[in-house]
């Protein structure tokens, strides 16, 4: 029986630190906003060779996906 209060307490109090811990974006500033806008984003890592409907196919299914650039 104590082994399970033990247990539950433990489970209580790590769960509790991760669940306050709020957590922040660092604010954009005009420089990084300038280079975020200007950059083109990076194809992922794939080996061999990736076809042009892939590319396209990759594509389509970010932007309906709701991924933003």
């Known amino acids: 029986m104590k082994k399970i209060v ?3 307490a433990i489970l209580a109090v790590s769960t509790s630190g991760a669940l306050a811990k709020k ?3 660092p604010k954009a ?3 990084t906003a ?4 200007t950059a083109a ?6 080996f ?3 076809s042009a409907a892939d590319r ?3 594509k389509r ?3 309906d996906s709701g991924v933003k650039k």
Request: no cysteine.
């Open 6 to 8: 033990l247990v539950f």
């Open 23 to 25: 957590a922040t974006k």
């Open 29 to 31: 500033t005009a420089a």
């Open 34 to 37: 300038a280079a975020a806008t």
């Open 41 to 46: 984003p990076a194809a992922p890592v794939m």
């Open 48 to 50: 061999g060779q990736v």
């Open 56 to 58: 396209e196919l990759y």
């Open 61 to 63: 299914n970010l932007r």
